[in-house]
């Protein structure tokens, strides 16, 4: 499960149904991000078993409450348990004056608290590790509002342990072959095809939280693995998709396969809706390889290697 | 049901082991109080299917957050439900700052939201309607708390149908019956116990919020038919009940058996406890009738009539 995202809650603006409000993890080798938090996030997290200790970024799409009043209760709980490691906040503007309102009285934090403020305007990498890069995705909903795409960065070629004992390289040699060097070894010229096996191919996952059917993101979210694509209404209720500036299956599915994306996970769910079958079934007519977003699923990505 | 009590959640500071942290509602007749507000309060107010639209007070004990971070994302699905019936909190100073900076940013409540403010210097009563009234009952805890008591008001004496019929009483006779007067009928005086039945006795629910021992509580809560009183710790964690200004299951029965209540529940545990036998056996062996807190338990008091 190198790379896997866990969803926490599918639920639209008021909880309902036994389901919880946005909140979803993307656990990418041994590190967890958080995306969104909405109300019982931090309860979520223990009920699916989210080491919430490797969480040490955050990242918060838009203001709305269903995406941000989790937040209070899981840094409370963070300093309660004497959290040290700094926690790294990424949102539009006006969060940090939020949570300040609520942590404020009585409340030590443990830990440093760091707010990133990103505007909506226009795409921007927000955030780079070792591993991967986080950008934002500007959105049409009714508050400023921003998408992310979670991309890993290239991999190095992997040399074929075979062939190096065949030609008995030397530490130079290996890296100069891993970055793409044909070797020469005694008077004989190897080609790196022959040494290294292919890279493996870089992952990606694209969250496209609240929005308006919106054809922008289309070429930024342009053949990801997985796509979490909102899908607040089914076609019965088209209307109230264009008033409240939201998608239906339909139109998340229309993405979908207007970015060739490989999969795509719906949610965000109305409280109309007791039983999810219209999502399931309307995006999947537009495309077909569609997982119903749950919570506790985990969707996950599998290592191949150029090619395979 | 016109007098009972319903568990949503029972976690100390932490939730932990499933457990939600505090929120209590007190459902007399029809009118439902919500007393603290943790975290998705909303989502174990739909689990266990409280009317949430007859809560039209929230009685708030102090400011730690794992007693209101429900607050918020209540009155945000109010809202989008299209309330109108105004919603009146009771809290200590600080409250309404918390709240509307987590509203502000595009959320316009479709109902009037009324905060009221009390101090814990003395008990106040704070509200009342035709049925009850409810007053504040001063605590010790780290930051100004307050537990509540509620106190049915005393019921008119009934009638004995059957006399009604056997002296063909007039209703200016039978209204001064109820009040307690005796009546002349023709030339006979018939005495006021021959013609009403005993009143209902008036039925009460102390909350005792988060609190070190405080023995001064204990006349304000004398004789109460339901106490609720904090049991974050048991016996092994006496320490860490002084440092954090708490009480542990054994001083709450102690509390109980002082004020000669009727009925124990237990609550508020802290995460270090994933079971809960020792908040039972220890709270029973000073407290006989103490009942376990869990959340959607309903603890009920029944009408009956004085001496009965």
Excluded: W
């Excluded at 919880?20 to 990418?28: G, I």
């Excluded at 699916?48 to 490797?54: C, D, E, S, V, W």
């Excluded at 918060?60 to 269903?66: E, K, P, V, Y």
């Excluded at 022959?194 to 930024?220: G, K, N, Q």
Aim: aromatic letters at 10%; one cysteine or more; glycine letters at 6%.
């Amino acid at each position: 499960m190198d790379f896997a995202l866990t969803i926490l809650g599918v639920s639209g603006a008021a909880p309902a149904h036994g389901r919880f409000p946005t909140a979803q993890v993307l656990q990418v080798q041994n590190h967890c991000f958080l995306i969104d938090c909405g109300e019982g996030t931090q309860m979520q997290m223990s009920k699916f078993t989210i080491p919430r200790n490797k969480v040490n970024q955050i990242f918060i799409s838009h203001l709305h409450g269903d995406h941000i009043f989790g937040l209070p209760g899981l840094l409370f709980s963070y300093a309660l348990n004497n959290r040290v490691t700094p926690i790294d906040i990424y949102s539009p503007a006006g969060l940090k004056e939020m949570i300040l309102a609520q942590l404020n009285p009585g409340t030590q934090l443990s830990f440093q608290l760091r707010f990133h403020v990103f505007d909506c305007k226009s795409s921007q990498e927000i955030f780079e590790n070792n591993d991967l890069t986080v950008s934002t995705i500007p959105l049409n909903h009714r508050i400023p509002t921003c998408g992310f795409l979670f991309q890993e960065k290239p991999f190095q070629k992997n040399m074929d342990p075979e062939k190096i004992a065949k030609y008995d390289l030397s530490i130079p040699q290996i890296i100069a072959a891993k970055e793409g060097h044909d070797i020469i070894a005694g008077k004989q010229v190897i080609p790196n095809y022959e040494l290294t096996l292919p890279a493996y191919r870089p992952r990606s996952f694209a969250f496209i939280s609240d929005t308006a059917y919106h054809e922008d993101i289309i070429p930024v979210i342009k053949n990801v693995d997985l796509l979490y694509h909102e899908t607040t209404f089914c076609e019965d209720a088209m209307e109230n998709a264009v008033t409240t500036k939201h998608s239906t299956a339909k139109q998340a599915a229309q993405i979908a396969k207007s970015a060739n994306v490989c999969t795509l996970i719906t949610g965000h769910y109305s409280s109309r809706y007791k039983e999810l079958d219209c999502f399931e079934k309307e995006a999947r007519a537009i495309f077909p390889n569609t997982k119903l977003g749950l919570e506790g699923q985990v969707y996950t990505v599998e290592r191949r290697r150029v090619g395979e």
